[in-house]
């Protein structure tokens, strides 16, 4: 199965349909009815539609198995079609679309085989999603011109003696997002340093400036002592996301300090040195940080 433990649970939400066709107008009258000699047809394919839902991961071997939370199951009768309507939604790190519309599969397969002895003209048609929401792609982003920079807070990576790999990672992270590189740097952990850096890259107009390094708890670890005070606004939720992110993947993340504030219009966030704990700490917040940059555009042009 395709791995997905760096993503996030976000509520998804998905609807898929079938479309049953039957060749007279009196099978449409014994549903209504009542009158089908194997059962309540509705009733029936409803419960079977349900036992596809949960059963999904055990009939396509690259489902993951996932709480199912709701399933709503829905008939509307046009002329000699039923259309069906099957939605589920889940809190999860993946989305259910294939559950649905396995949900949908089912249920029309369901009222084929519970109509088939008084109509032999059945068909089962246009199994298709009709809709999703949830994950990565509801994140549509209006502002197209976000520019990052990079500033790597190490003495040792500084003095040529260490190679940056947080840096690097944090780059790549922000290029999937289309984010332009406005700089990358390496300095040392020198508060005058990393105060420097920041209100030089705030006059530019740079969008983001991250730091990578100098959040743990050794004597040098100075990133967050130099960036609070000229933070005018900290944003609490991602330094919250960030952590709890990082907590689910390794126990040590309780000890990073990663900041997050903005100065002007510009985001500041300070991450961890390792390249773990910068990747993980990205891959917690984006692309949903970047709405930040649509709602800042909105105020200035309100």
Known sequence: MV?????????????????????????????????????????????????????????????????????????????????????????YKTGVEVEAMHGASVVALNLYDMLKPIDKGIEINTIKLLSKKG??????????????????????????????????????????????????????????????????????GTSIVIYTGGTGLSTRDQTPEALKPLLDRTIPGIEETIRRYGQDRMAYAMLSRSVAGMVGETLVMALPGSTAGARESMQAVFPAILHLFDILKGATHS
Do not use: W
């Open 135 to 204: 994950g990565k792609s509801d994140y549509t982003l209006k502002n197209k011109n976000i520019t990052a920079s990079v500033i790597v807070c190490s003495d040792s990576i500084s003095d040529g003696k260490k190679e940056d790999r947080s840096g690097k990672t944090i780059i790549e992270e922000l290029k999937k997002y289309d984010v332009s590189i406005q700089e990358y740097t390496v300095i040392p952990d020198e508060i005058d340093a990393i105060q420097k850096q920041l209100k030089q890259q705030v006059s530019q």
């Open 3 to 91: 791995d997905i433990t760096h993503k996030s649970n976000t509520l998804r939400i998905a609807t898929a349909q079938a479309i049953v066709s039957v060749s007279k107008q009196e099978t449409i009258d014994a549903i209504e009815n009542n009158t089908v000699p194997k059962g309540n047809v509705f009733e029936m394919s409803r419960a079977a539609g349900l036992l596809a839902v949960k059963k999904t991961p055990e009939i396509l071997p690259d489902c993951h198995p996932l709480p199912i939370e709701y399933t709503g199951i829905s008939y509307e009768i046009n002329g000699l079609n039923i259309q069906i309507s099957c939605t589920i939604k889940t809190i």
